[in-house]
């Protein structure tokens, strides 16, 4: 089983970096695009369970985020991200199917149905939809301003930060996993490892524009596609699930019980057996 850094050098200057586990011989590769303000370890356990049923699995950081490099120019849109996995998907072996959590997602989503169509063989949507809860939307956002600049003198004040927005987490905590979601600061505190320019304020504005956007680019896929939705999510309700399956009617749905917005966090078992088995089905 071969596991080995990757990286990507786009035209800007800008250098993404990917965690590649597989077989030597795959019988297809899997992109793994995570959600803001994640980083590619938020696919740990599905990335090792992907390698082990013979697909090779690339976890990706976005630009901004984990080891990938900040953008030079703070272009930080969807389409943009959206351009990354292209880039990295081309250099793949084939077939390529993408799962994209949340942001990931949003930029799978337009990758496949407006930039380049025929990228993937395959997508799967993780708690992400066109049109997503505002109420959720602005929960998440007022999350991770609260400490971008500060940060945290301690990895317990950044752990605490996570159970009190996450209930659902308490009595999980890991500090050494912790420690990969965050970066030490020449001044002793801990911030998150994405560039705070991420969360400028011109990139959570026009959402009508951006959904309709979405919608256009869903409604043009043509590859497979499932949605995995936390069955707690507070950004997809069940009437953001009814658009999403009438723009894409062909699309398979899993709900999965006991898990919110960051489904493979939550119930990383029961994810991982719904994706592995939509993707055994998309190659069948």
Not at 34 to 45: F, L, V
Not at 154 to 170: C, F, T, V
Not at 234 to 257: N, Q
Request: overall charge negative.
């Amino acid at each position: 089983m071969m596991s080995e850094h990757r990286s990507w050098h786009r035209p800007n200057g800008l250098v993404l970096r990917a965690q590649v586990v597989g077989p030597a011989q795959p019988k297809g590769s899997v992109l793994l695009a995570h959600g803001g303000g994640q980083t590619r370890y938020a696919w740990g356990g599905t990335a090792k369970a992907l390698a082990a049923a013979g697909w090779l699995a690339v976890a990706l950081d976005l630009r901004g985020h984990g080891d990938s490099d900040w953008c030079p120019d703070q272009d930080y849109s969807n389409e943009a991200f959206a351009a990354d996995l292209v880039a990295v998907a081309e250099t793949l072996p084939q077939p390529c199917m993408a799962v994209g959590a949340s942001l990931g997602g949003m930029a799978t989503m337009l990758a496949e149905g407006e930039l380049t169509p025929g990228t993937f063989s395959g997508v799967i949507f993780v708690d992400v939809t066109p049109r997503l809860e505002a109420e959720g939307v602005a929960g998440i956002v007022g999350f991770m301003r609260a400490n971008m600049a500060e940060g945290f003198a301690e990895l317990e004040d950044a752990a605490e930060a996570i159970e009190a927005y996450l209930p659902q987490r308490r009595g999980r905590r890991n500090l050494e996993g912790l420690k990969k979601n965050l970066r030490l600061g020449d001044d002793g505190r801990w911030r998150w490892h994405w560039d705070p320019a991420f969360m400028s304020e011109g990139r959570h504005q026009d959402r009508e524009q951006a959904a309709l956007r979405l919608e256009a680019a869903l409604g043009a896929i043509r590859c497979p596609q499932l949605l995995v939705r936390g069955r707690m999510s507070e950004l997809v309700s069940e009437a953001g699930v009814a658009a999403f399956r009438a723009a894409a009617p062909k699309a398979a749905f899993v709900d999965v019980a006991g898990a919110g917005h960051m489904v493979a966090g939550d119930r990383n078992d029961a994810f991982t057996d719904a994706i592995l088995a939509f993707l055994e089905d998309a190659v069948a």
